[in-house]
């Protein structure tokens, strides 16, 4: 079950920091730091900053 600990605490960190951003470029940044936290949990961090860049500065757009 403590395999399954670090992923959770870093999507609670990544949701905690999801509003951040006022423009689409710090939304970027803030969703390439969540991504890539999210990411080094499953050893994959490029992947999950790339993925949460993409989704940071697109999330407005939805």
Not at 25 to 42: C, D, N
């Amino acid at each position: 079950m403590t395999h399954l600990l670090r992923p959770v605490l870093a999507i609670a960190a990544l949701a905690a920091v999801s509003a951040c951003g006022n423009t689409d470029l710090e939304r970027a940044g803030t969703g390439a730091l969540g991504g890539a936290a999210v990411g080094a949990a499953v050893d994959e961090p490029i992947a999950g900053a790339a993925i949460g860049a993409v989704g940071g500065a697109l999330v407005d757009d939805v």
